[in-house]
Every structure is written in structure tokens, then in C-alpha cells.
């Protein structure tokens, strides 16, 4: 089962309708109705971090889940405030972008990490954000997998030696290219079969 973490945003059942077509069940919980600890006893086999309209800190358990996931080896994808919540678990420093990408496409460039898998570098993809994990402040914990061409702003990150993912930009995007592709190798990379 795939638990996705709502964060309150439009863009919440897009994502689902994305993972759905991986045929996977997938139960969603808005950010502020159960607790970290709620959610691991529910033994998701993944987690999502879907975005939404504010900051990791007011993200209701997002970044304590982010922590807890990788402390226990669970799956985590953060798409957008989900990239950013991980951002901050693991210390970096989440800013305001150089320029706010409301419904904006970028050609995104990638270091060809395995989540990208079969995708061109680059690729295009929608930005919907104002902030950004700031580029300086990322920890040795975390490297930094994909950049936006335009502006250099990170656009996708991993934990090293966890299963713990994130991307800034939105795959479940009609504008976005590759977003299927590139949940099939998030699950492909952590251990997770495709149901038949």
C-alpha cells in the first residue's frame, strides 16, 4: 500500500491518478489527520509527500515523517513541498526562489541517477513553487540529482544509502514529460514490484 500524505493541495488526486496507473492501492491522509506514528502503523510500503501551498514547517508531520521513514528504510517520494520537507529534515535551508514558477515549464537537467532511468537530460517539466532548498546549505546527507537549466535551482534530490527521494518540480503534470517513468524507477530503485 502506498499512503500519500496530503498537504492540502490542487494538485493531490493528479499525483494519485499518476501512482494509480502503476495499479498500485494507495490510501490518502491529509498532513494534519494522523500522526507519524499513526502513519507507519498503517505499514505503508511507500510513502508520498504530495505538494501543497506552504512551508515544510506548517506541512502538519511531513518532515518528522521524512525522518522517521528514513531512519526505518521506508520509501519516500516528496514531490515539491514533499522535496522541500525533505530538504529540511535533513538541515539544509529551504528559501524563497530567485523567482517564483507558478505553472511554469524548465528544461531539467539530471546526473543520470537511476530515478532517471530511461529519461532524457534534459527534459522538460511544470514548476508550481516559490521556494526553494537553497543550494549552499545542502548537507553532505543529501545529494542533489537534477537542476533547473533556467535558474539552477535544485530539482531533485536523494538521501544517500536511503530509500528517500525528492523532486521539486511536478510529475503529475499533463506539461511535465516522463512523470510515469519516473515514479516506475522510484519503486523500482526502493524494492517495490508492481502490482499484476
Known sequence: MIL?????????YNLVH????????????RNDALSTAEALAMNPEVIILSPGPCSPSEAGICVE???????KNIPLMGVCLG???????????ISRAGRMMHGK?????HTA???????????????????VIRPDTVPDTLEVLASADDDGEIMAVRVRNKPVYGVQFHPESIASE??????RNFLALTGQKQAA
Do not use: K, M
Request: negative net charge.
Open 113 to 131: 541517477d537511476p530515478l532517471f532511468d530511461g529519461i532524457p537530460s534534459p527534459f522538460t517539466a511544470t514548476r508550481y513553487h516559490s521556494l
Open 178 to 183: 516522463h512523470g510515469l517513468a519516473l515514479f
Open 65 to 71: 515523517t521524512v525522518t522517521a521513514a528514513a531512519e
Open 18 to 29: 499518476l501512482v494509480g496507473g502503476l495499479e498500485r492501492e494507495i490510501v490518502v491522509r
Open 83 to 93: 522535496h522541500q520537507s525533505i530538504g529540511q529534515a535533513f538541515g539544509a535551508t
Open 105 to 109: 515549464t524548465s528544461t531539467i537537467s
Open 4 to 12: 500519500l500524505i496530503d498537504n492540502y493541495d490542487s494538485f493531490t
